[in-house]
T-cell receptor, first 114, second 116 residues
Framework: AQTVTQSQPEMSVQEAETVTLSCTYDTSESDYYLFWYKQPPSRQMILVIRQEAYKQQNATENRFSVNFQKAAKSFSLKISDSQLGDAAMYFC???????????FGAGTILRVKS | ETGVTQTPRHLVMGMTNKKSLKCEQH?????MYWYKQSAKKPLELMFVYNFKEQTENNSVPSRFSPECPNSSHLFLHLHTLQPEDSALYLCASSPRRTSGRGETQYFGPGTRLLVL
């Protein structure tokens, strides 16, 4: 079974600075998707960014980018120019070759200091 | 209403009660999901419905009984729950245009359940 590990329970960043959240996963599959979801204090989870394993290029969405290292099974999220609204729980998730099931990591709480 | 809605937002029940959680999606999606979010544990997938058919049951105890009468509505019927079932229950939906892989899941705000 696939597993997703987020080794940082909590991170802090100063407003306007950059922070990187770590995620590693374990799988024997070759074709899969990886996601970062954000859950703000209001609780509604939203997608931040998505990466397909077959794509070499790292995904980018405005201030959010990923560092996808397939061989190392690592999928970190970089947030540039951090804003107060970025404060949330961030979940890394894996979706395998079959079906639409997501496997989530335990999450990282990100605190943004002004 | 837009997106994914869940009712009630908060629920307190005794171990002998029967209650139901409701989820409705206004996005025209064909896949719906129930997740359980407990403190200090990863988000756990409970059930997946694709085109109203249950395609995944993640070894969930029978005291949780899902129902999907149509692609827009999903229920979770609860009976004789245990205190350890207290958690945030999240509903999600996704388009499921083809295989469903790579699609964004859209989440509701959740129902905070407390079992006494």
């Amino acid at each position: 079974a696939q597993t997703v590990t987020q080794s940082q329970p909590e991170m802090s960043v100063q407003e306007a600075e950059t922070v990187t959240l770590s995620c590693t996963y374990d799988t024997s599959e070759s074709d899969y998707y990886l996601f970062w979801y954000k859950q703000p204090p209001s609780r509604q989870m939203i997608l931040v960014i998505r990466q397909e394993a077959y794509k070499q290029q790292n995904a980018t969405e405005n201030r959010f980018s990923v560092n996808f290292q397939k061989a190392a099974k690592s999928f970190s999220l970089k947030i540039s120019d951090s804003q107060l609204g970025d404060a949330a729980m961030y979940f890394c998730a894996y979706q395998g070759e079959y079906g639409n099931k997501l496997v989530f990591g335990a999450g990282t709480i990100l605190r943004v200091k002004s | 209403e837009t997106g994914v809605t869940q009712t009630p937002r908060h629920l307190v029940m005794g171990m002998t009660n029967k209650k139901s959680l409701k989820c409705e999606q206004h996005l025209g999606h064909n896949a719906m999901y129930w997740y359980k979010q407990s403190a200090k544990k990863p988000l756990e997938l409970m059930f997946v419905y694709n085109f109203k058919e249950q395609t995944e049951n993640n070894s969930v105890p029978s005291r949780f009984s899902p129902e999907c009468p149509n692609s827009s509505h999903l229920f979770l019927h609860l009976h004789t729950l245990q205190p350890e079932d207290s958690a945030l229950y999240l509903c999600a939906s996704s388009p499921r245009r083809t295989s469903g892989r790579g699609e964004t899941q859209y989440f509701g705000p959740g129902t905070r359940l407390l079992v006494l």
